[in-house]
């Protein structure tokens, strides 16, 4: 290994070297392009950038492909610049032990469809949060996670003529599909990191398209890239959520995103870049590297297997030669047959629900009349998307890919649960089912099975039990039962209606709470009650006293409440109101308000030790509201002297209305005599 300050010290031929380190800093800081110029044969190139910068990487990544990978000189890690060396020069490219160091334990998860996806993330994430990973960094790595596991299981697949299986299938349907080739899942941490690897069976992702994306996220207006099956905007927000992003890929074999988090770093930003590539030769070897699987624990284990020894006889070689020869040109006649003959065909058969319609790739195939249907001329290795449907079922989906010989696929569907609104007259009542309740009327139930019978009792307090027999309709039919109450010999039921509807109704002087019009309620057989509807601003209902009999069950009550004045009754003292003509405004408390009708009403306060104060107003249709305000003073005699109320009756303090008034003293020397006083509000006011 040599180590050189400037470019000139390299002089200016070829560089002779398997891998040259550059740190892209002052002089060398252009230096990239002219390196790349001049290296020879396959070498390779990482590059060291002064502090991280995402557009700084892609733009070097982009410049060739010698270059391996990025790194960041302020978070430089010798160990990370040796194990991305030996990952260049030796091709061991696969597997989390290359980030973690001897002796901390890899986990791993096999993942083969969404709900599986969504347990590997949930596992994932307990594991970082018992390594007592901060919640920053976990949710950094549930997001790299989420968007590794979407483009392994539904972006990388591709069918035998690497056409990708789910590119022409919606977001929504690919989700409910189940993948052949399971996801490998791998994941570690060692207190200071955290590394998480999803590894497909396909090998589909080339370095050209990671780096376009990327490019176009950073300098694009338009970051998302919203074809279906595109990656773009989650490949830049892996880059933005991580310390390091690696991608090994061996073409056609297998490709794997790593994921890295410096759990010892004050904030999150991309240190490390790389793309590593494996190549096979057209012996079925390795390029390079000596022979071993792929890590343990992917379900497509690769041998990488090691030239044959070279010491056997020239007529041993003669011979492997001519059947090299003989294997290759078979190779060539198997490669060009469907070209030239066209892909073989195949038939399917598919089983399913007696009656379910088949599509194949959004086309209507036929019927499968006795549950059976079987599907001819289908190309060989080719994937399809294929659905079944029946009313009164899930459809169910899925994705095909037919081979020589029997091609059996069932699609099981799953019946729509029947629905049956079940209700009473009236509502409110308890449903129980084989002496379970199951919820108070109205209520929708869709647990029963389809073509099912039930018995259901009805209990609502006040009414008789009732028992009804139901007979469940067919999957996804619906059907509605409503159940009539009879009411209880003790009560009677009576319905309350108004014009307009929405009054509240008040018994025997009490609000009812939550009771407003139209509706039903109970009260005692043979006992007198007093219903009253109001609204705001409407002339309240009142109803002459109802005696119900018994088990009384079709009692109505119906009011028209017409627009009205409300008199805003009010008083400084304690007071109670009656005003004329109005039944529900009858010896009422201060304050209260009164609505009445257009036309003259007499308003009288009632004050104790007082004489008899009213006032007469007038309310005019256009009349909202009437302020009738009752303003008093006292008037106390002195003495032995008493202040006449009424005739008849004195005290010695009395309430009047305020201003100057001429009052009856009693008692004393002067015998009784009129006095006159200024009452004052509030206040008390001497009369002798």
């Keep these: ?93 696969f597997g989390l032990d290359k980030h973690v160091p001897w002796g901390a334990q890899i986990h791993s998860f096999l993942v083969g469809d969404y709900q599986e996806k969504s347990l590997c993330i949930a596992q994932v994430s307990e ?5 007592s990973v901060r919640r920053k960094y976990r949710e950094s790595i549930e997001q790299c996670l989420d968007e590794m596991l979407m483009n392994a299981l539904y972006d990388a697949p591709v069918d035998d003529q690497g056409r990708p299986i789910f590119s022409e299938i919606p977001t929504k349907t690919r989700i409910s599909l189940r993948v052949e080739q399971k996801v490998v899942v791998q994941y570690a941490c060692d207190g200071k990191q955290f590394v998480v690897g999803v590894r497909d069976a396909f090998g589909t992702l080339d370095r050209e398209t990671v780096l376009r994306y990327l490019y176009k996220c950073l300098h694009s207006e338009q970051q998302i890239d919203r074809k279906t099956g595109g990656a773009g905007l989650g490949l830049y927000l892996m880059t933005n959520s991580s310390t390091g992003v690696y991608f090994n890929v061996l073409p056609g074999v297998a490709t794997e995103a790593v994921c890295t988090f410096d759990l010892e770093s004050p904030k999150v930003q991309i240190e490390s870049f790389g793309f590593f590539t494996e190549k096979i030769d057209a012996a079925g070897r390795l390029a390079a590297g000596p022979a071993k699987r792929l890590p343990a624990g992917a379900s497509h284990p690769v041998e990488r297997r090691q030239p044959s020894a070279s010491n056997a006889g020239s007529r041993v070689m003669t011979a492997v030669l001519g059947l090299a020869v003989l294997a290759a040109l078979g190779l060539v006649v198997f490669a060009a ?56 079922y899930e459809p169910k989906q899925a994705v095909i890919q037919p081979q020589e010989g029997d091609n059996p696929v069932t699609l099981d569907l799953r019946a729509i649960a029947a629905t049956v609104t079940v209700d009473s007259a009236p509502t409110g009542a308890t449903v129980e089912i084989d002496g379970k309740p199951v ?38 039919k619906e059907s509605t039962l409503i159940q009539p109450l009879s009411v209880s010999e003790e009560l009677a039921r009576v319905r309350l209606l108004s014009e307009p509807s929405g009054a509240q109704v008040v018994k025997d002087g009490q609000v009812i709470p939550g009771a407003i019009t139209p509706i ?5 057989a043979d006992k007198p009650a007093h219903f009253v509807l109001t609204m705001p601003h409407k002339v309240p209902v009142v109803f002459a006293p109802l005696k119900a009999p018994h088990g009384a069950n079709n009692l109505e009550l119906t009011g028209k409440l017409i627009d009205g004045t409300t008199l805003q009754l009010r008083a400084n003292v304690d007071a109670r109101f009656r005003v004329a003509g109005a039944p529900f405004c009858q010896d009422v408390p201060s ?14 306060a009632i004050v104790a030790q007082a004489p008899r104060i009213s006032r007469t107003v007038v309310a005019k249709p256009k009349d909202v509201e009437i302020k009738v ?60």
């Design 1 to 93: 290994m040599d180590g050189y300050l400037a470019l000139e010290d390299l002089g200016h031929s070829e560089i002779q070297a398997a891998l040259v380190v550059v740190h892209l800093e002052g002089a060398m800081a252009a230096a990239a392009p002219l390196l790349l110029s001049r290296l020879a044969g396959d070498a390779r190139l990482i590059a060291i950038l002064p502090r991280s910068n995402l557009s700084a990487i892609v733009d070097v990544m982009q410049t060739s492909e010698r270059v391996a990978g990025m790194m960041v000189a302020e978070d430089f890690d010798m160990k990370l610049l040796s194990a991305m060396a030996t990952r260049v020069l030796a091709g061991d490219i």
């Design 337 to 392: 047959w469907p070209r030239i003959f066209g892909p073989g065909r195949t038939q399917v058969q598919v089983h399913t629900v007696p009656g379910a319609m088949v599509e194949i790739e959004g086309r209507n195939i036929g019927t499968a009349t006795n549950g059976t249907l079987i599907v001819k001329n289908l190309e060989i290795g080719r994937a399809y998307p294929i659905v079944a449907r029946l009313d009164g």
């Design 520 to 524: 039903e309620l109970l009260v005692e």
């Design 439 to 476: 919820g108070t009327t109205p209520l929708v139930l869709k647990s029963l099975p389809p073509g099912s019978s039930a018995t259901l009792v009805f209990k609502k307090a006040g009414y008789h039990d009732a028992t009804a027999r139901l007979g469940v309709p067919g999957p996804g």
């Design 629 to 688: 305000k009752f303003e008093l003073g006292f008037v106390e005699a002195s003495g032995n002297k008493l202040v006449q109320i009424a005739p008849g009756t004195s005290a010695r303090r009395a309430a009047f209305e305020i201003g100057t008034r001429r009052v009856t003293v009693t008692g004393g020397e002067e015998g009784t005599h009129q006095a006159t006083v200024v009452v004052r509000l509030g206040t008390t006011t001497y009369g002798n």
């Design 127 to 131: 594991f970082a949060e018992t390594m």
């Design 591 to 604: 304050p209260f308000d009164c609505v009445v009708p257009p036309g003259q009403h007499v308003v009288e």
